[in-house]
T-cell receptor, first 115, second 114 residues
């Protein structure tokens, strides 16, 4: 158990809908990263937040948005869902940025199925 | 720019034989390098990380990786494969100075034959 929690574990929804995925980082970790894992795209970095501020954006669609709240939990919002958004969404946390190699601790993921 | 290339999408070994999973990286900055393992329907777990203190890095479950700057490689090895090693392995690079973004390889699926 990494200490990172993600809810829900599974989510089934229809095209055009909007969903929110939630991530709670390990106690004391300030950084939260979001990833999308699909069979055709592999593991893709989406976005990184550090202590409430956005630090880096990866291959995140405009239909997707995220935020990190004062209590450091993060939410990933996916809207106007398409079939191709079906994937496993991972959240990872780390204690800091910079200052050498930073280990990420991954949550168990949320499996999103868009029908 | 940073990127990672995992040279083999699938590797198959017999139980008890050595494992070699290959990874080459490209980085404009001083890189941080990692290997993660993902078992079926599970999250990712860190196997080891390169910290620049030593080029040979020891990780969990008997895995090791050697950082070779001249070859821009960070190959993962294990002397003797166990059935429980069957999983997906990811090589990862990030900028050691910022850690803002992590770049994952496409993964290597390891099969261990009894």
């Amino acid at each position: 158990d990494s200490g990172v929690t993600q809810t829900p574990k599974h989510l089934i929804t229809a095209t055009g809908q909007r969903v929110t995925l939630r991530c709670s980082p390990r106690s004391g970790d300030l950084s939260v990263y979001w990833y999308q894992q699909s069979l055709d795209q592999g593991l893709q970095f989406l976005i990184h937040y550090y202590n409430g501020e956005e630090r880096a954006k990866g291959n995140i669609l405009e239909r997707f948005s995220a935020q990190q709240f004062p209590d450091l939990h993060s939410e990933l919002n996916l809207s106007s869902l398409e079939l191709g958004d079906s994937a496993l969404y991972f959240c990872a946390s780390s204690p800091r940025v910079g200052g050498g190699p930073i280990e990420q601790f991954f949550g168990p993921g949320t499996r999103l199925t868009v029908l | 720019a940073q990127s990672v290339t995992q040279l083999d999408s699938h590797v198959s070994v017999s139980e008890g034989t050595p494992v070699l999973l290959r990874c080459n990286y490209s980085s404009s900055y001083s890189p941080s390098l990692f290997w993660y393992v993902q078992h079926p329907n599970k999250g990712l777990q860190l196997l080891l990380k390169y910290t620049s203190a030593a080029t040979l890095v020891k990780g969990i479950n008997g895995f090791e990786a050697e950082f070779k700057k001249s070859e821009t490689s960070f190959h993962l090895t294990k002397p003797s494969a166990h059935m429980s090693d069957a999983a997906e392995y990811f090589c990862v690079v990030s900028d050691a100075n910022t850690g803002n973004q992590f770049y994952f390889g496409t993964g290597t699926s390891l099969t261990v034959i009894p």
